[in-house]
């Protein structure tokens, strides 16, 4: 259903209208890999900090798929660590569950083309093989 539509399946006003998030941005393409990281989030409010393993099986600048070893409930907002390429807190918002252990999420900021370069050294997928690490830059 339209999120600009009258209950009787009218459309309204609304339904002209646009976001430049979701109906206007670039996509970007998403990219295979295979690293191990880390779901962090709050449980009971602010009680406690959850952390959960996670594998990132595909990347792109705006957002990943995760693969989680078991079914567990999931707040719609939360932090990735990808403790190999040394990136923490990317703020992540749960955009579908998926029935094969697998979560679509979105970043909360775009990735830099350095902090993918570094995922995909430290990646074990086979299409990451031949990367290098550039002393230099790091």
């Known amino acids: 259903m339209d ?3 009258i209950a009787g399946g009218r459309p309204s006003y609304l339904s002209k209208e646009e976001s430049f998030m ?5 996509r970007y393409r998403m990219e295979d890999t295979m690293n191990a990281a880390r779901i962090e989030y709050t449980e009971k409010a602010v009680m406690n900090l959850a952390a959960r ?3 990132v099986l595909r990347i792109s600048m705006s ?3 995760l693969g989680i070893l078991t079914q567990y409930n999931l707040p719609k907002q ?3 660590d990808i403790p190999d390429a040394r990136i923490s807190k990317i703020g992540c918002l749960l955009m ?3 029935a094969n252990n697998t979560i679509d999420v979105r970043f909360l900021r775009l990735m830099t083309q350095k902090e993918l370069d570094r995922i ?4 074990t997928h086979p299409a990451h093989r031949d990367r290098k690490l550039d002393v230099r830059t790091w």
């Open 3 to 5: 999120v600009g539509a």
């Open 22 to 26: 979701y109906d206007r941005e670039t």
């Open 53 to 55: 393993r996670c594998d």
């Open 63 to 65: 957002g990943a798929v």
């Open 78 to 80: 939360f932090y990735l």
């Open 96 to 98: 579908r569950q998926n």
């Open 120 to 123: 995909f050294i430290f990646s």
